[in-house]
């Protein structure tokens, strides 16, 4: 897994609640066996105008130019700002494949739903929670400054605004640890496995109706 | 100390902690087409194989047609959804399972079905699947929850999971359900109340004299909306229905084994002053049949109600989600919810397929047709079992005769990857568990209904009232 320490990204504003992941990547690119090339359809039904589907060639299709990540603007934005609850629904790990394949590092919103929340750790992102309050005032500081840059130091824990007023986030320690290093959750987990035969042989014993 | 139903499954899972984190192992990991082929390459390229074979339970669902099974696999027109199915036929093969039910097998169906009803899914287990829904077999007294694509290959490669405890919440639900009320409605009025984000970071465990008063299909459908209520898990504590319907099932435990299981299952349900972080209430008497009305599945109101105006809104924030909602369903604020006309009807999906939902729709249809403005109602069973079943009591000549078509088992039209979809602008009425922009269908506008409401809309040609209608 690519590490993550710091970024320095535009900023693209998404100011919905509750976008679930098919809006984030919608169920027809599921059919894919990859895990990369998901970023052209990212947000599809909301960028493009057209249907799309696997295969096609998108440079072709017609662009919704009322879509925010359309707008020249947020072109090679880095960070997403967003609204609470981002990506409910389906546990499609797709999301978090074609937000990145997109170019997305960092998400900052005021909650998440669980499995995205988790889903992002395992690709090198960092999903990140402000408060409701503060994301408002990035939402109006984004519409009125282009070009507008955070700086994210998972390190230190802090998003900074251009004006250098710092956010203090809250990251789990291990989650951290991980993304910071880039570490593999499995070759973690397999350092544990004798804990993990350990373990099973005992399981086995109390409840041996799980390995008849 | 008294545990809640949640600490008893997690703590007894729990291979090893460290600074809140845990490594929790995994007793059954459900496996279907469209999360795994990913996880399968990832073990592949490291050159690992899965820890626990015998853990794995698979199955086709997602992906495959509901018609043309004549044709086997060469029917499936799509061959991207094709190639998707015979890479789950290849990875099974290679890799190994302790069942698998491949497109067309006689068992096949949706995994979330498919698992309880093979007994592959007992209480006390920890259950994981790569697809959010399987909070469902929660109502075994099993803790389990979706996964993403990583950890799929996580559980393969180490049985395990990494997990912080969540906390836990309690919905109460007691009384005594109305006629025409049921599980799914239970589960869109509790949503309704909490929001689709009221249950992130908790374990939701239902309970309650009306929970109890379930039967294990309703308490099914409950614990599959658990996730729409942002919980990852839902579970609901062993009775003796959880132990009469799990018994005599093909891998359920046998002889001394049985007991010996029996014994402790009946100890998987929280002690009598277990603390839970939140508290939620509903009186059953409440609780009218639900239609959802916009693009989330909180958007929900009463039979009776209206589409609700934007005074209703609790910020700025919710007033815009309504707006779009409106614009996209076509909808304005105040319209009675009995008068919204309906193109489709989709009886069907891991919340609502299995055979108690389809007797319960097939009663409402019996002796009646469609309305001339429904297009299509589909009724698609959960498994193959399930369409047995049906087909012996004569509940596909119901629905044939009334108008409906009779499909093969799988997801079908509620995520749309098949065939089976809404155009865009068409309304449907649906007893799948996601009213999400596009869900059914680019375009698509999807009205979250139990299958007696969607049997009674089909036939009406618009949403009613399934207590007085007949």
Redesign the interface.
Known sequence: MQAFTQLNGLVAPL????V?T??II???F??????SGFGVNAFD?WRYLD?GE??MDNTKRQINPDFVLNQTRYQGASILLT???FG???????A?WALEDFGFKVIIAP?????FF??CF??GMLPIVLSAEVIDGLFSQVAFTEGYKLSVDLAAQTVTTPSGEVHQFVV???RKHCLLNGLD??GL??Q??D??KE??AK?KQA?????? | MAKTLYDKLFDS?V??E????A?I?I?RHLVHE??S??AF?GLRI?G?KP??I?SIVATAD??TPTNGWDKGLAGIS?P??R??IE?LDDNIREFGAKAYFPFMNANQGIVHVVGPEQGAT?P??TVVC???H?STHGAFGALA???????V??VM????L?Q?KSKTMQVLVDGVLGRGVTAKDVALAIIGKTG??GG??YAIEFAGSAIRGLSMEGRMTLCNMAIEA???AGIIAVDDKTIDYVKGRPLS??AE??D??VA?WNTLHSDSGADFDAVVMLNAEDIQPQVTWGT?PEMVVGIDGCVPSLELAKNE??R??WE?AYAYMGLTANTPISEINIDKVFIGSCTNSRIEDLRAAAAVAKGKHIAPNVKLALVVPGSGLVKAQAEKEGLDKIFIAAGFEWREPGCSMC???NADRLAAGERCASTSN?N????QG?GGRTHLVSPEMAAAAAIAGHFVDIRTFN
């Not at chain 1, 599921?30 to 895990?35: A, N």
């Not at chain 2, 460290?18 to 984190?21: I, K, S, V, W």
């Not at chain 2, 929850?145 to 950890?151: A, L, N, P, R, V």
């Open positions: 100011d919905r609640a509750n679930d098919d809006a919608p169920k027809q599921l059919k894919s066996i990859k895990r039904e249907h696997p295969g609204r609470e609850n409910c629904g389906s546990s499609r790990e797709h978090p909650s998440y739903a669980d499995i988790n889903n395992k690709n789990d320690a291990f959750d499995i987990t397999m544990q496995q804990k993990i373990f099973e399981h409840q041996p109706w799980l390995f008849a | 899972h291979v090893h460290e600074n809140g984190t490594l192992y007793d469209v999360t082929p990913q390459e490291a690992r820890w626990r015998d997602h992906n799509d991207i959804a190639l998707q890479t007992l006390g287990m790569g697809d959010s399987t929850h979706g996964i993403g694509t990583s950890e290959e996580h490669a180490t049985q395990c990494v912080k689709t984000a992130n970071g942002g919980a990852r435990p046998k084994l049985w010996a299981a402790y989330s924030v919710q815009g989600d779009r995520l749309a990857m996601r999400f922009e596009g869900r680019p």
